[in-house]
């Protein structure tokens, strides 16, 4: 029989410490909280991390609402009807939300493309650095 909870977690208290360690310590209040109210170990849901973890170290949200679901001794916490934030991509993350697949490039239709394959359209499009195209300048006549 699971007990079932839904808590707004204040994770303010989290930016009181140094920058470099927020998220941390936002995801250990959240941890401490729900094992002090729901008597039991708790893990973390993948979603609940990246949603604390979204703007990275120094910038954890204010606060949280989580869904907490108790069986047996393990308290299992999700993220309650939140959308994760949208988050800048970068070419590290090459991501636009948290928690979705990097998109893969975009295939060229048969019909957009012809008869032309999509490796041989990729692969025009990309010009190494050597064949940098290079203008050269024309001198101009003496008078």
Known sequence: MAEERVYTINLREARETARIERARRAVHILRAYLEHHMKGEVVISPALNDFIWAYGIKKP?????VKAVKDGNVVRADLLDQEAP???A????KKGRIGEKPSDKKAVSEKDA???SVKAVEASSVVAPD???TVKKEAKPKE
């Open 86 to 88: 949208k988050v800048r």
């Open 90 to 93: 970068t070419a590290k993350t």
């Open 131 to 133: 064949e940098k195209k």
């Open 61 to 65: 949200p204010a606060r949280v609402k």
């Open 114 to 116: 012809g008869s032309t």
